[in-house]
């Protein structure tokens, strides 16, 4: 049931009119990327494919659908068995992808190529606009870990599957504990202020904090005054002091000053995490500070800036009869501003990066493949570990061209293009 | 588990310091509104509440969380039956609110209400940032229906709450089943694009739809171009059409064109209805248009390039025992930019909009109290239905001065401050 009426209404009509098995081809691809990006990071097909398996209505759906009349009586007999038994083909979740590129391409019957749209779109939309402004923050980051803590803004599932996409771009912890335990991602995360102001003071607090957690706990100390918070913090916890905290003012102006004073103490091992309002560009801002690791909220999981990739899942071929030797013809809409290319697309990467696709099946010698066999006859054949996703986008936008990973506002680094 | 790691070390930290059970005050606030806002509208409190109230850990959790160190043992020995045991006071849902109202008060055992935060705030900030977004574009869209159409652009389950909030806010309908099976909400759409280029031609396509679902339905008109378009939808259909949807190109132009020519064509009382990109700006542009229905999917979902309301949720008093009736300290956060006001706050409107609030309690004679009790003692006491939430928030809309209701750009119209 998580799909839109109209998809239910055309599918009723295609069990009326007869095609609703036609053999056809869907395509899920971006226009173009958000503004400023020059490149986009799949993310989500992981989460997508159980749920594509999954997929179907109970008797309960079928029987509100009859009464609200999104579906026709015959509609309805073909549903309560209904079933994804077609084929599924997608770029490996963690690959980059740039306007145009065929991300993922569903394969089999009109009808069940159809319901899909909906859930196929929200999962890749919202996932990889995560997973893309996450990547960024990581190649802002360098080699200094990124702590995922947004929960708090965003809805608490779409936290869940946020912490997942933020791993797979790179982040290197979860503020999390549902996403945390689902999918095996390390958690963080020690104290807010509330824990300062509850006790009587700040040294009780980090007493408390302490006692219960150890001396290789984190210190939040700008609850009153960052230099006596970070005083308090090394009499209490000793030189040895884990990590301090500061989620509030001029993060480059204090991590400098709390350096240099944690050294003064003798903490010199003691790392400096900072949090507040971080983004990718706040982030390489920081490139100079003494800042060993960053904690992103609200940034992350809301795509900084662009909540949702704009992708699309459109109908690119279809044949007059069921079967996968039936003889497609290729579609596309012509109206101003929304044309998108018609047949079924085969994608490669060249050497340089750049994309490119043919309607033929084909791939040139000098390029490698981009699709991989995800979903064969409606059993699932790709199904990879988080870790190897996160290695895999870590190679993919490693070998990208410098220019394309810069963190500034540019344009696409490459536009997915039929072959000439 | 829906929490961040950190809650769960402070708790630890109150079971080992012997804090937990002490009385304490919470409250969600905004510190500001998104930019160019002139008020937000609160919502998710619905959702919100049975989810604090099933709020707990299970044993294979409560094994996870000791596994990572997120908890000692013997917190992990009251986190077995942990219920919330306290009140909850919240403005509600639909009440509009500005920077500083207290929108939500949790008051009871330090630790209960210490780890609500990351559930309170997920929900608020999502449902609220969507509902803030979609009362804008009511205003913009005057008597003329929104349908809520933007299940494709967020996650699967924000989806379902968008739908809600875009409700309860003033849509009027919403193309997402689960949401309207769910929340009984009104379920729009008939068909895509695929649908008219799934079929030898557009003629066809109409036939199809029409033998289907009746004259009564919406023809998708934008596929090849509209004038044919719309020709071909008045043969097929007859001058009786329910309506045309307009999904691309210059939607002031292509509506007027499309009601002259339905109207040539004597289909007077066929409705036109445009989607593609809408939201408040575009929605107040297209004011002179002869629309009838606006379809609004990305903004409303993703809260107008807003999509977290900001709310945070902090510790304003606390008292050094258990008990409703053991002496609160306020407190508050000293650190820069992010100072707040301590103390439980009693919070009012008066007459021409403006919110106030008090420390003590008291509610002027001339104002009407803003919040209402929604738990006490663990109980739920407030639980409106959503067309009851609805028809709530239209009348604190319409009741709003002219210029808050102002759907261009400006400033917060009133500022919830202490009594002087």
Known sequence: MLTDRYELTMYSSFVEDGSVDDHSVFEAFARRLPPGRRYGLLAGLGRLIPLIADFGFDEDEIGYLLQVGAITPKAADRLADFRFSGDLTAYPEGEIYVPGSPVLTAEGPLGECLLLETL?????????AVASAAARMVTAAGDRPIIEMGSRRTHEMSAIAATRAAYLAGFGSTSNLAGGHLYDIPTVGTVAHAFILSHESE????????AALGVGTTLLVDTYDIEQGIRTAVEVAGSGLGAIRIDSGDLDIESRRARALLDELGATGTRIVVTSDLDEYVITALGAAPIDGFGVGTRVVTGSG?????????LVAVADRPGADAPLRPVAKKASGKGSAGGRKTAYRRGDG????TLDGTVPPDARPLQVPVIRGGEIVHNPALDEIRGYARAVVEALPASARDV????????ATEED
Chains 1, 2 share one sequence.
């Open 120 to 128: 196929v779109l929200s999962v890749l939309n919202h996932d990889t």
């Open 203 to 210: 040294r009780a607090a980090f007493a408390s904090q302490v």
């Open 306 to 314: 662009h909540p949702t990739a704009g992708m699309v899942y459109k």
């Open 354 to 357: 750049s994309e490119g696709f």
């Open 408 to 415: 500034a506002d540019g344009t696409p680094f490459t536009t």
